[in-house]
């Protein structure tokens, strides 16, 4: 097991920007969920991926998309950047979508200015 | 629209004591509920969960306890111990029709233990 690592810790973008942020889920899992933190405020669904297809979408705009590959990785990209989107971004992988045994990464923070 | 509601943002307990966290959810479709623990600049790891079949599930130092009627669930840490201070995530999970199973989470409590 190699856990979840996510890259890259710290980001610091402008508004109006693109970004994209990575994600190597744990070996043998083969669904991966990304989920926005807002300050002091718990984690929130974005999507989720399942064998490299969007499989469930939280309340977020179409301008966070998402890919998962077939070696375990997954991006999340965010187009436009709002100041708003500036948050904790989780990343986790479990073995398949109906598993609540998710291993979380670290996450990578995005501050948006 | 905050489904699933943590209400105290802090808590400090004593060395040893009994540390009880609280978790209010409005969905009644939620059927399986989880807590989580979150240190700084680490992701959130999974402590304990219940099923909404059941309304108790222990292990070692961790109970948690589910009331369905009052859509209330509790956290038990008993012994608490200094490395139990950290953030902790109540979560809700239920079969909305998707494929994906998402966790809808609380706003978290930080609890501090203190020496």
């Known amino acids: 097991e190699t856990g979840v690592t996510q890259s890259p810790t710290h980001l610091i973008k402008t508004r109006g920007q693109q970004v994209t942020l990575r994600c190597s889920s744990q070996?043998?899992?083969?669904?991966v969920s990304w989920y926005q933190q807002a300050l002091g405020q718990g984690p929130q669904f974005i999507f989720q991926y399942y064998r490299e297809e969007e499989n469930g979408r939280g309340n977020f705009p179409p301008r966070f998309s998402g890919l998962q590959f077939p070696n375990y990785s997954s991006e999340l990209n965010v187009n436009a950047l709002e100041l708003d989107d500036s948050a904790l971004y989780l990343c986790?992988?479990?073995?398949?979508?109906?598993?609540?045994?998710?291993?979380f990464g670290s996450g990578t923070r995005l501050t948006v200015v | 629209d905050q489904q699933v509601k943590q209400n105290s943002p802090s808590l400090s307990v004593q060395e040893g004591r009994i540390s009880i966290l609280n978790c209010d959810y409005t969905?009644?479709?939620?059927?399986?509920f989880l807590w989580y623990k979150k240190y700084p600049a680490e992701g959130p790891t999974f402590l304990i969960s219940?099923?909404?079949?059941?309304d108790k599930n222990e292990d070692g130092r961790f109970t948690v306890f589910l009331n369905k009627s009052a859509k209330h669930l509790s956290l038990h840490i008993v012994p608490s111990q200094p490395g139990d201070s950290a953030v902790y995530f109540c979560?809700?999970?239920?079969?909305f029709g998707q494929g994906a199973q998402k966790l809808v989470f609380g706003q978290g409590t930080r609890l501090t233990i203190n020496p």
């Open positions: 969905n009644s479709m939620f059927d399986y």
């Open positions: 986790a992988s479990s073995l398949d979508s109906r598993n609540y045994g998710y291993t």
């Open positions: 219940i099923s909404s079949i059941k």
């Open positions: 070996s043998g899992h083969n669904t």
């Open positions: 979560a809700a999970s239920g079969a």
